[in-house]
């Protein structure tokens, strides 16, 4: 019997949906590294992902699709959602792309939602907007020292 991770399963997903609902392999190749074809193997078995071949430019290329399944599963969320909590005196951001850490600072914030507006496809200044709240939630939420090592560091 082998072990799936199925929450790496389930971030692909939402990874190909903030993609606009269908991506080709190379690109979620850069994204996951080679490993990805396990996965996405995984997520076709399950009814999640459709594969498929496109024409681009003259190329044939193999994407994956979400299934109805799959949107029935992610429901109508926004496309690129984002969680935010406090690790280690730094936010750590949680993507369909995988996680990120940052310092509470709108510079960071800003960085990192100009870098996942273009890869989703999204208005950069409305997530920057869900990011800033976020991360003042998550201070807010923050217990102990925690606290306080986000809020002392400069910005």
Known sequence: MELVNLGAVWRLVKAVAALGGEAPLERLEGIYGGG???LLGIAVELGMLD???RDVRG???VVYRLTGRAL???????RCPV????RGGLLVLKTPFGFY???YSAS???SIAEKLASACGEDRRGLYKRLREGAERAVERARGLERW???ARPR
């Open 149 to 151: 090592l986000v809020a």
């Open 72 to 78: 029935a599963a992610l429901g109508p969320a926004e």
């Open 51 to 53: 594969k498929g071949v």
């Open 101 to 103: 850490r940052a310092e």
């Open 83 to 86: 969680e935010v909590e406090v």
């Open 36 to 38: 990805v074809e396990y």
């Open 59 to 61: 190329r044939r290329r």
């Open 108 to 110: 960071a914030l800003l």
